[in-house]
């Protein structure tokens, strides 16, 4: 059994209803749970798995994207640490009818809840139940918002808001990464995704080079989003 005296502590942090469990109910909570170490590239969750349960990521990045049938695919959101997932136990809450899929985007450890613990919990506390509709709720929000950004939204901001994003979150203007890479996350082909950086490139807003894209002008890639 895994030793949770380090796990408290993220429990009481990223679930608010911690305190508000009897002592039951943590025994439970932290009984049932399991902790799983995901080694980059590893897929977490598919539509042909039995519902997962609840995720906290502990370290590293998730990603949850959504796949059509000729395998192309499409990034609805990423999970980094702290992030709690519900949707991975869909099958707990029934409104929630569509599948998704999660692979480790770095070397991640998660907190896994199953659903029948989960479902037991939420039965007794309603503070708990809040919780997870609420952030069910916040997860389909997401959801919704990149599937309005995939059908409304031109390629090229997309693109520009994509890589505006990348050079954020790694405060750097080099954005290690492929065309292959790129047109997974943001639901498009290779092809396109290579014209558009070479437009982008051709206008000086990024330099391309094998396996990475650098940003030489985010004043002008910005300008494009607005």
Known sequence: MADFSNIISHLQTYYPFWDRLNEREKEAFTSCSSLRNCPKGTFIHSERDEC??????????????????????ATLF???????????????IDEITFDILMEAAEDSQLFVTPVCGMRRIMKDNIYAENFIYKRSTEELSEV????????FQSFDKRLAA?????????????????????????????????????????????SLSRGAVTIINPRGLAALID
């Not at 995720?55 to 695919?73: A, K, M, N, P, W």
């Not at 919704?144 to 059908?151: A, C, F, P, R």
């Open 52 to 73: 997962l349960g609840i995720l906290l990521v502990l370290s590293g990045q998730v990603r949850v994207y959504i796949q059509s049938d000729e395998g192309r695919e």
């Open 78 to 92: 990423r999970l980094g640490r702290g992030d709690i997932c519900t949707l991975s136990a869909s099958c707990m």
């Open 144 to 151: 919704i918002w990149s599937m309005s950004q995939m059908l």
């Open 162 to 206: 994509w890589l505006e994003d990348e050079r954020r979150s790694t405060g750097s203007p080099v954005i290690a990464t492929t065309h292959d890479q790129i047109a997974k996350n943001l639901g498009s082909a290779r092809e396109v995704v290579s014209r558009m950086l070479k437009y982008f490139e051709r206008e000086g807003y990024v």
